[in-house]
């Protein structure tokens, strides 16, 4: 039997070697498409709707993209496989939707935090933040014993970097086992709640910019810039995500040495998760039954017999328990170690509309808008998008 997988141009070795793994095993063959990476979701979504569907299909793993392929009746419900119950939290935020698990994620996860300079924090007698209060002590104490120093360094001329300290990192703490969102669905709390989460950490944030704890540039400044400046000691800290900073620090052999990361958010130290397209498989609906059931077959292999060899050869933190977490080294080792301290997905992943918080950020950057305001536009976005999602 062939079963056809649509998958991510940027899927990695340590992938086709569990493609090769499930075909050895299985004795079916994969049939693998790479759909372009520039238009995927847009490709996937049109295919589906013209009734085009793949045995398997690699694809993001939030509400907003699953919502876009009618889950209910495009998507085979993977609730009771047996990997819900190794996959934790994460089984009610990769690929959920409507109290359903669609998909898993293999890992590893994006994780969200701060990145910081030892040295520079060590020279002002500072510790690393945990919280979004240590961060207003650490951008008062750099500015008097380091004014050369950036306490925070913003790019936001990349355009998505500054949602990640205005709008993400504050709020991880209270969206543990899906709390927050939860309470955005059944109404109980919104957005624009003057004390929600959202809005407390983006005031913080517009009291960062309002105490000159960005770097000068901040809002025409590109991630590289932010990585050199981390490391020649010119800043202190960046809000970033691994898969993002961490190829750019690793150009310093000495990186390692030089840089730490660490959870924060309001109350702690919360590394905030997501997971990767990476890993990330669904099993359509195809209305063949017998590769319908292959398909199962397939997630129960990657997640089963295959899931160790997979992580060793990803060199990943796995997402699932009971397999054996390969030995991290470099700044992959101080991610791995902040997310023992404390993770929890963010809950960008399950919020509708949360696209609508990157240019949001920009403008709270830029002082052109004010936390509040940002929290009644996201709220208006949000509501019209879970009453679109409920019909």
Same mark, same amino acid.
């Given at each position: 039997?062939?079963? *056809?997988?649509?998958?991510?141009?940027?899927?990695?070795?340590?992938?086709?070697?569990?493609?090769? #793994?499930?075909?050895?095993?299985?004795?079916?063959?994969?049939?693998?498409?790479?759909?372009?990476?520039?238009?995927?979701?847009?490709?996937?979504?049109?295919?589906?709707?013209?009734?085009?569907?793949?045995?398997?299909?690699? $694809?993001?793993?939030?509400?907003?993209?699953?919502?876009?392929?009618?889950?209910?009746?495009?998507?085979?419900?993977?609730?009771?496989?047996?990997?819900?119950?190794?996959?934790?939290?994460?089984?009610?935020?990769?690929?959920?939707?409507?109290?359903?698990?669609?998909?898993?994620?293999?890992?590893?996860?994006? %994780?969200?935090?701060?990145?910081?300079? /030892?040295?520079?924090?060590?020279?002002?007698?500072?510790?690393?933040?945990?919280? $979004?209060?240590?961060?207003?002590?650490?951008? %008062?104490?750099?500015? %008097?014993?380091?004014?050369?120093?950036?306490?925070? $360094?913003?790019?936001?001329?990349?355009?998505?970097?500054?949602?990640?300290?205005?709008?993400?990192?504050?709020?991880?703490?209270?969206?543990?086992?899906?709390?927050?969102?939860?309470?955005?669905?059944?109404?109980?709390?919104?957005?624009?709640?003057?004390?929600?989460?959202?809005?407390?950490?983006?005031?913080?944030?517009?009291?960062?910019? *309002?105490?000159?704890?960005?770097?000068?540039?901040?809002?025409?400044?590109? =991630?590289?810039?932010?990585?050199?400046?981390?490391?020649?000691?010119?800043?202190?800290?960046?809000?970033?995500?691994?898969?993002?900073?961490?190829?750019? =620090?690793?150009?310093?052999?000495?990186?390692?040495?030089?840089?730490?990361?660490?959870?924060?958010?309001?109350?702690?130290?919360?590394?905030?998760?997501?997971?990767?397209?990476?890993?990330?498989?669904?099993?359509?609906? *195809?209305?063949?039954?017998?590769?319908?059931? #292959?398909?199962?077959?397939?997630?129960?292999?990657?997640?089963? /017999?295959?899931?160790?060899?997979?992580?060793?050869?990803?060199?990943?933190?796995?997402?699932?328990?009971?397999?054996?977490?390969?030995?991290?080294?470099?700044?992959?080792?101080?991610?791995?170690?902040?997310?023992?301290?404390?993770?929890?997905?963010?809950? =960008?992943?399950?919020?509708?509309?949360?696209?609508?918080?990157?240019?949001?950020?920009?403008?709270? =950057?830029?002082?052109?808008?004010?936390?509040?305001?940002?929290?009644?536009?996201?709220?208006? %976005? $949000?509501?019209?998008?879970?009453?679109?999602?409920?019909?």
């Amino acid at each position: 039997m062939t079963l *056809t997988v649509w998958r991510s141009p940027l899927d990695t070795p340590a992938i086709n070697n569990l493609y090769k #793994a499930y075909e050895k095993a299985s004795g079916n063959k994969l049939n693998l498409v790479s759909l372009p990476s520039d238009a995927y979701e847009v490709t996937v979504k049109t295919k589906f709707v013209t009734g085009s569907k793949p045995d398997i299909l690699n $694809f993001a793993a939030g509400v907003d993209q699953i919502s876009q392929l009618n889950p209910a009746k495009n998507l085979i419900d993977l609730s009771d496989l047996d990997f819900i119950k190794r996959e934790g939290s994460l089984a009610k935020s990769a690929g959920y939707f409507n109290g359903h698990t669609y998909a898993v994620a293999l890992g590893p996860v994006a %994780s969200y935090g701060i990145f910081y300079n /030892k040295q520079v924090f060590a020279n002002a007698g500072l510790e690393p933040p945990k919280t $979004f209060d240590d961060l207003k002590t650490v951008c %008062s104490t750099l500015k %008097s014993k380091a004014p050369a120093v950036a306490p925070i $360094f913003e790019a936001g001329g990349e355009g998505w970097p500054p949602q990640i300290l205005a709008g993400m990192l504050y709020v991880t703490d209270a969206n543990k086992d899906g709390a927050y969102v939860a309470s955005l669905m059944d109404g109980s709390a919104k957005l624009s709640d003057a004390n929600s989460p959202l809005v407390k950490g983006l005031a913080d944030y517009a009291e960062f910019r *309002t105490s000159h704890c960005f770097n000068s540039d901040a809002t025409t400044a590109k =991630l590289g810039d932010s990585a050199k400046a981390l490391l020649a000691g010119k800043a202190a800290m960046v809000a970033q995500v691994d898969s993002a900073m961490t190829p750019l =620090l690793a150009d310093d052999p000495a990186a390692a040495r030089k840089i730490g990361f660490v959870g924060v958010s309001a109350s702690g130290p919360v590394v905030a998760t997501t997971p990767n397209i990476t890993g990330t498989y669904y099993a359509p609906k *195809t209305g063949d039954a017998i590769k319908e059931r #292959a398909a199962v077959d397939f997630i129960n292999f990657i997640t089963g /017999k295959g899931y160790q060899q997979y992580i060793n050869d990803a060199n990943a933190v796995p997402t699932l328990s009971g397999v054996d977490a390969p030995k991290q080294v470099g700044l992959n080792a101080a991610v791995a170690t902040a997310l023992q301290s404390g993770s929890a997905p963010t809950y =960008l992943t399950n919020l509708p509309a949360s696209t609508a918080l990157g240019p949001l950020a920009l403008q709270v =950057l830029a002082g052109q808008i004010s936390p509040q305001d940002v929290g009644v536009k996201m709220n208006v %976005s $949000f509501e019209a998008a879970k009453q679109k999602l409920a019909k």
